[in-house]
């Protein structure tokens, strides 16, 4: 059973950029998928992007595609969400994702997830 940590979220202005990372305990780490969801309040939670076990398939939601990237050290059992010129829609939990059952990436059907952290951009 897999643990997922997230670090990295927190306040910054419109434009800016943060890197997301989570940490995974437990399982075998390159066997996942893993993916970031983010949820507003009042809205459901969305997908935002996910990577293959391997790391050579990346997928991103429309709406962050040409400013975030996601990214995977298998070796330390990470993966990090790097996210450019933010804007105040990207304001939102963001969540980490894992899951070793091969079902479609953008479902938030993954197995494992974490606790969130919080993402603020101001405008």
């Known amino acids: 059973q897999a643990q997922l940590v997230e670090s990295g979220g927190g306040l910054v202005q419109a434009g800016g950029s943060l890197r997301l990372s989570c940490e995974a305990s437990?399982?075998?780490?390159?066997?996942?998928?893993m993916a970031w969801f983010r949820q507003a309040p009042g809205k459901e939670r969305e997908f935002v992007a996910a990577i293959s076990p391997g790391g050579g398939g990346k997928y991103y939601a429309d709406s962050v595609k040409g400013r975030f990237t996601i990214s995977r050290d298998n070796t330390k059992n990470t993966q990090y969400l790097q996210m450019n010129s933010l804007k105040p829609e990207d304001t939102a939990v963001y969540y980490c994702?894992?899951?070793?059952?091969?079902?479609?990436?953008?479902?938030?059907?993954?197995?494992?997830w974490g606790q969130g952290t919080q993402v603020t951009v101001s405008s």
């Open positions: 437990g399982g075998t780490f390159n066997n996942y998928a």
């Open positions: 994702a894992a899951d070793n059952r091969g079902n479609s990436y953008a479902s938030p059907s993954y197995r494992y």
